[in-house]
């Protein structure tokens, strides 16, 4: 016999405490992610005019910060004009990206607010009723809220930070 039939007529059968080798994955495995502490809280709100007042101006960034402070100072005095609030977008109702069927016919501003505040903010929002004068009067309406941005803006969000 030569050393190759010897070999194939000597071949052992695998001992059972041997270990078994598993055939490696041909696909990535997927990897979840959890962020248990944000450290934001997202808001977009509407800026609702009263039914019996006249339109109001096209928002701009000092008149939504004005309303922003100013319900907040109302709501929780000198403690809530310290709350820094940061004014990320604000889209006019005459803008492009509104919707022509008249869906999005308020001005909607997009802010950025501490997670620890973010419930005192949205108590202080919500419940306001101001504007400049006595005859026209505005408030806020809260349309969404979360932790994370790319939960509350349709679609990629790459939109929203444009001009």
Do not use: H
């Amino acid at each position: 016999m030569t050393d190759v039939q010897q070999k194939d007529t000597m071949q052992e059968a695998p001992s059972p405490t041997a270990p078994k080798r598993k055939a490696p994955d041909s696909t990535p495995g997927t990897i979840n992610f959890t962020s248990r502490n944000p450290p934001w809280t997202y808001l977009k709100l509407q800026l609702i005019p009263q039914p019996d007042s006249p339109l109001l101006q096209p928002l701009d960034p000092l008149s939504a910060r004005t309303y922003l402070s100013s319900a907040l100072s109302q709501f929780l005095g000198v403690t809530g004009t310290a709350i820094p609030i940061d004014i990320l977008k604000i889209e006019n109702k005459g803008s492009t990206s509104s919707k022509p069927n008249g869906v999005n016919k308020y001005d909607c501003v997009w802010v950025r607010v501490p997670r620890d505040d973010g419930a005192a903010v949205v108590a202080a929002i919500s419940s306001w009723i101001g504007g400049s004068g006595s005859d026209n009067g505005a408030a806020w309406r809260v349309c969404a809220k979360g932790n994370f941005l790319g939960a509350l803006v349709s679609g990629s969000g790459s939109d929203l930070f444009d001009p």
